[in-house]
């Protein structure tokens, strides 16, 4: 059995798709081998990942490796909503790199996390009251009035 080339499929990819760029798919690669190892060590029977785990897998390897710059990053790349991410997926199985089910779809990327709400608010600071006045807080610390 021949093996698949990830940089020559990559660039098959790029050539009919330029939406997204290359360090996606490169960061999409990784995100999977991060959700697979994950669901391996938390012993989940199933190999396979759904569309809904891969996005939170790449949600959790994307704060491990970009911290709040990750809108940032996403956004340099062309990858601006979950549905990117499956964009990206399904044209990875079209040229043979990833594998899928019978019923993996496209709109398993569907209906997931905003990017907001992933990606932003876990570092911005909440509002709290102490001693009359209003400060900020970062979520996780406590507040205590005297």
């Given at each position: 059995m021949q093996k698949i080339d990830f940089g020559e499929k990559l660039a098959e990819i790029l050539e009919k798709d330029q939406r997204f760029d290359r360090e996606a798919y490169h960061f999409l690669r990784d995100a999977l081998d991060f959700t697979?190892?994950?669901r391996k060590k938390a012993k989940e029977p199933d190999q396979h990942v759904?569309?809904?785990q891969l996005l939170e897998g790449i949600r959790q390897y994307a704060l491990r490796q970009f911290g709040p710059m990750v809108p940032t990053v996403f956004s340099y790349w062309g990858v601006t909503r979950g549905e990117d991410f499956g964009a990206m997926v399904f044209n990875?199985?079209?040229v043979?790199?990833?594998g899928k089910t019978a019923t993996d779809s496209?709109?398993?990327f569907q209906g997931g996390y905003t990017f907001r709400e992933a990606f932003v608010l876990p570092y911005q600071p909440e509002r709290g009251q102490v001693g009359g006045e209003l400060i900020a807080v970062k979520k996780g610390d406590e507040v205590s009035g005297e």
């Open positions: 697979i190892k994950a759904n569309g809904q990875l199985i079209g043979g790199i990833f496209i709109e398993d």
